[in-house]
């Protein structure tokens, strides 16, 4: 896999992917529910107010959490390096102008951008045209 450092190379080749689901974002102070909810996160993440945790909709309402903001997950299938500036800042930029909340959540090999579920055609049109517009720069 080659990796992308360059702002204009990442958006070019950042290929969106809407996931099949619905995922999510909960939140806990209840170490031993965090730990339950842990083997089935796609995301668990220590805060100092308890676990944020990522969760497919079935699995967050069978232990409880509320489940009204339910989130699409797309995910950006550029490899950018970890270092690498711009494409976060770009997607949600290009997001918010468009008046789509997102939560950007970055991992080790790809982006992950999850916008509300009646949002997310619009917005993988948006990240579509938005790739589109960058590989004719290049």
Same mark, same amino acid.
């Given at each position: 896999m080659k990796t992308v450092?360059?702002?204009q190379a990442m958006?070019?080749?950042m290929t969106p992917v809407l996931k099949h689901g619905s995922f999510v974002f909960c939140s806990t102070n209840d170490v031993y529910l965090a $730990?339950?909810?842990r083997p089935s996160a796609l995301s668990w993440f220590r805060e100092d107010e308890g676990a *944020?945790?990522?969760l497919e909709l079935d699995v967050a309402a069978s232990f409880g959490f509320d489940t009204t903001m339910q989130m699409s997950r797309i995910?950006? $299938?550029v490899f950018s390096v970890l270092d690498g500036v711009g494409l976060t800042a770009a997607v949600?930029? *290009?997001l918010?102008?468009?008046k789509i909340p997102c939560n950007m959540v970055s991992a080790y090999h790809h982006d992950n951008v999850f916008?509300?579920?009646?949002?997310?055609d619009r917005a993988m049109h948006l990240l579509r045209s938005l790739q589109a517009a960058a590989q004719n720069k290049e």
């Open positions: 450092r360059d702002t958006l070019a080749g $730990e339950q909810a *944020a945790i990522i995910v950006l $299938e949600s930029t *290009a918010a102008g468009d916008v509300p579920v009646d949002m997310a």
